[in-house]
C-alpha cells in the first residue's frame, strides 16, 4: 500500500511546491521553474499531452517571477471564435464593428505587467498569427478599429500538445512566430513516464476529495498500484484527478480497491502487462506479486547503502531518487514488512 503525506519542505517559500512529485524529470521541472521565472525571459514555449499539467506549470512561471503581484491571464485559443478573437485579444473602439456600443480594453492590456498565457497557440489562423508576431517584436497593438497605437509590457507564454515543427513544415504555423516563441521551451513528462509519481498524485487528490466531499478514501490497494503502474493514461494528471474523484463521490471505504475501477482501465493494464490474478498470482519465488516485488526493492536498497556506507545522499544518486524518494520509499518497505 502506498500512504504519503504531500507537504514539501520549500512549500512556504516557493510557488513551485504546488507541483507534486520526485521523478528526476519533475525534480529538474521545478527547478527550471525557478530559473525561468525568474529570468527575463519575454516569451516561453511549453509543450506537452493533454493533460500533463500545462496551465499549472504557466501559473507557476508567472509566481516565480517578478510579475506575481500584476495579472495573469488565461486565453484558451481554441475557445474564443475566429472572428471575435482579435477584438478579445486587443479590445475594440466603439462603432468599429455591428454590436461594438462601447470601447472595451482586450485581455493582453489588461494583463499590462503581468504575464499571457495562449493555451493551444497552435489553433490560431495565420491572420492571427502575424498580429501575435507583431505584437512579440514591437510589444505594441492597434485595437480593432483604432489607428493608434498602444505599448504593453506583458510576458507571453504558448502551450501545445502539438509538434509545432511539424505543423511548420506543414504550412499550419508561421516559421517566424515558431522561433519567436521557441527561444525558451519547456516539455512536460506525460504521467505514464513518472514512477511512483502516479501513487503521489493519487494521494494527494484523495486528500483534496476526502476534504471537500466528506470521503474516507485513504490509501490504494496494491492490486490498484499494479494496474496504475501499467496503465498508459493517456489523459495524464488530470485523468487521474477525475477518477480519484469520482471514486471518493460513488464509492465507500478507506481503501481504492480494484472494483472501483472501470473495466477498461483494468483491461487496458493488463493487456499491457498481465497482472496477477485478484486472488494472489505468483511471482519470483512463488510469491504473490506485490511482496516479491517489495523484497527486491528492500534487498537492491540495502545493498546500495552497504556500498555508500549508509550515506542516504550517495545511494540516492546512484538509485536515481531523490533523497525524500528515498527516505520514503525506506520507511514504506519497513512499515509493510511482516
Not at 517571477?65 to 488565461?74: C, E, I, L, T
Not at 478599429?145 to 501545445?160: C, K, L, P, Q, Y
Not at 493517456?234 to 487521474?240: F, H, K, T
Amino acid at each position: 500500500m502506498y500512504s504519503l503525506g504531500v507537504n514539501r519542505p520549500e512549500s512556504s517559500t516557493t510557488p513551485t511546491a504546488a507541483l507534486i512529485g520526485e521523478h528526476p524529470s519533475i525534480v529538474r521541472l521545478r527547478q527550471l521553474i525557478d530559473r525561468v521565472g525568474q529570468s527575463k525571459a519575454r516569451t516561453v514555449l511549453i509543450y506537452g499531452e493533454t493533460g500533463t499539467g500545462k496551465g499549472l506549470v504557466a501559473r507557476l512561471l508567472h509566481q516565480a517571477s517578478n510579475r506575481a503581484p500584476a495579472p495573469f491571464v488565461d486565453i484558451n485559443c481554441a475557445a474564443i471564435p475566429g472572428p471575435l478573437l482579435e477584438s478579445e485579444l486587443f479590445g475594440h473602439e466603439k462603432g468599429s464593428f455591428t454590436g461594438a456600443v462601447g470601447h472595451k480594453q482586450g485581455l493582453i492590456e489588461s494583463a499590462d505587467g503581468g504575464t499571457v498565457f495562449l493555451d493551444e497557440v497552435r489553433e490560431l489562423d495565420m491572420v492571427m498569427q502575424a498580429k501575435l508576431l507583431t505584437l512579440l517584436d514591437t510589444r505594441r497593438f492597434r485595437r480593432v478599429g483604432s489607428v493608434r497605437t498602444t505599448d504593453v509590457d506583458v510576458r507571453f507564454i504558448a502551450a501545445t500538445n502539438k509538434i509545432l515543427l511539424g505543423e511548420v513544415k506543414a504550412g499550419a504555423f508561421r516559421d517566424d512566430l515558431y522561433y519567436r516563441l521557441q527561444v525558451v521551451s519547456i516539455n512536460l513528462p506525460p504521467l505514464r513516464e513518472r514512477g511512483d509519481d502516479i501513487f503521489m498524485l493519487a494521494h494527494a487528490h484523495l486528500q483534496v476529495c476526502n476534504k471537500v466531499y466528506g470521503s474516507r478514501m485513504r490509501q490504494l490497494d496494491p492490486e490498484v498500484e499494479d494496474v496504475f503502474r501499467r496503465y498508459a493514461w493517456p489523459g495524464n494528471v488530470r485523468e487521474l484527478e477525475n477518477l480519484i474523484e469520482r471514486i471518493c463521490l460513488l464509492e465507500d471505504g478507506q481503501q481504492v480497491m480494484l472494483k472501483h475501477l472501470p473495466d477498461r482501465i483494468i483491461r487496458e493494464a493488463r493487456n499491457a502487462s498481465p497482472l496477477p490474478a485478484a486472488s494472489g498470482g505468483a511471482g519470483a519465488g512463488g510469491k504473490p506479486y506485490h511482496e516479491a516485488t517489495a523484497q527486491f526493492q528492500k534487498k537492491l536498497i540495502a545493498e546500495v547503502l552497504t556500498d555508500c556506507r549508509g550515506n542516504l545522499g550517495d545511494a540516492a544518486a546512484r538509485l536515481g531518487l531523490t533523497r525524500h524518494a528515498l527516505r520514503h520509499q525506506i520507511q514504506k518497505l519497513e512499515m509493510n514488512s511482516p
